[in-house]
């Protein structure tokens, strides 16, 4: 059974940068992709970045894009999220998953519902 841990969430002023970092464990861990989503308060969580996990191709939401990006590091089974110049928007509860879902041709899982494993999520809170 896979389990995934967030870490990373805190605090911060607008502007400012945080990395998320969500480890995996597990007896094997051959995931197709793994991504993050975030849940701001009374709103429905969206997606905001997958990445592919053996080529490493990455696609974030168009609301992220510029700001934020997500790496891997496949030895650890860990993925990451970083976040700069962080907006009072940002502010969420954020989720990383993971699907062993295969898909041809390549493509980006962007639904909550496609994806099998969640952490429990990590908080985020930009202030003025």
């Known amino acids: 059974q896979v389990q995934l841990v967030e870490s990373g969430g805190g605090l911060v002023q607008a502007g400012d940068s945080l990395r998320l970092s969500c480890a995996a464990s597990g007896r094997t861990f051959d995931p197709y992709a793994m991504g993050w989503f975030r849940q701001p308060p009374g709103k429905e969580r969206e997606f905001v970045g997958g990445?592919?996990?053996?080529?490493?191709?990455?696609l974030p939401a168009d609301s992220v894009k510029g700001r934020f990006t997500i790496s891997r590091d496949n030895a650890k089974n860990t993925v990451f999220l970083q976040m700069n110049d962080l907006k009072l928007e940002d502010t969420a509860v954020y989720y990383c998953?993971?699907?062993?879902?295969?898909?041809?041709?390549?493509?980006?899982?962007?639904?909550?519902?496609?994806?099998?494993?969640w952490g429990q999520g990590t908080q985020v809170t930009v202030s003025s």
């Open positions: 998953a993971a699907t062993n879902a295969r898909r041809y041709p390549r493509t980006m899982p962007v639904s909550p519902r496609d994806y099998s494993y």
């Open positions: 990445i592919f996990w053996l080529a490493g191709g990455t």
